[in-house]
């Protein structure tokens, strides 16, 4: 019997391997690989998809409805991805390994929308539903396993319905429609720092309105569950709003933020199974706060916000280490309070 030898076999377009059709054997020695779209070759890495997107923001003297996204694993200015479907800033932000979410906001009015993007795309959002109240002020970050993404509703005592800051409210991220409750905080508050083991939803930090009080509480829930967050911990440093969350499932990283008129560029880590305080992981390159985070299950990257002017960079840390963050890249505009995803965060089995 003959051999047979194919070395190179791709569709038209050079894309992709043949389909083949019925029942095939193959036997002997010679292995056969099939070539992979090259749109499939960023998840071949056991799990480690990584792409982060950005959306919204505040450039004065409006809200944004511009996307960005970077691979995390490599280093590179962001490249455009595409628009919210509204103008938005403060925004909430879940995602699941395929579906990002971004919800409520300021346009300038406060907002109700909910709208989703597939990850892998660079299309835009569409829309998704919408919450049980209009609100603005979470930004909260991923929290969110593959399922269930949970949204802090922030809005301060200025906005309508004061009575609901520190309200929670989920989704189910595959599915198209409107939030259901889901409890409330331990602590009223909003602008807090916000990461998820892929059980776990915590939330740091923060600004209670009716006190105008700022907060080092940490409290968690439980993701798939309903009701009022547990007591954590608190982070090492002074109570603040606008600091942002990020990790791996094992550990979560809040960074930076604002106790006016002191902004801060410290980072703290906390292991996410356990409850205790956050202990000191590091700083950014400078004073930030109103950032958006993108994680991998081995990196963490921190985009724009205000340093006091707004900013375009793009920085990162190696979550399982300790040490200051470096240059990653920038973003396509400088703004601040936009909000970041990715489908490979802390919440998604990796």
Known sequence: ????????????????????????????????????????????????????????????????????????????????????????????????????????????????????????SSGGANDFGSLRTAMTNSNDGVLSDNTRGIILYGGPTSLPHPTIQGTLDFITIPTTGDSSSFGELSVARRHTASMASPTRGVFATGKNDTTSTYLKVIDFVIIQTQGTAVTFGEVSTNGREQSVGAGNKTRGLIACGLENPTPYQSIDFITLATEGNGQDFGDLSGNRYGLASMSSSTRATFAAGTTPSNTNSIEFVTIATTGNASDFGDLTVARTVPQGLSDAHGGLAQ
């Open 1 to 120: 019997m003959s051999e047979f030898r194919v070395n190179s076999i791709t569709n038209q377009d050079g894309s992709a391997g043949p389909q083949v059709c019925g029942v095939s054997t193959f036997s002997g020695k010679s292995g056969v690989q099939i070539p992979i779209s090259s749109s499939d070759f960023r998840r071949q890495d056991g799990g480690g998809r990584g792409r982060g997107i950005t959306g919204g923001g505040f450039v004065s003297p409006s809200s944004q409805n511009v996307m960005d996204f970077i691979e995390i694993a490599t280093k590179g200015n962001a490249q455009d991805f595409g628009d919210l479907t509204v103008i938005l800033r403060n925004i909430a932000t879940c995602a699941s390994s395929t579906r990002g979410i971004f919800a409520s906001g300021q346009s300038p009015s406060v907002s109700d929308v909910i709208c989703f993007t597939t990850i892998s």
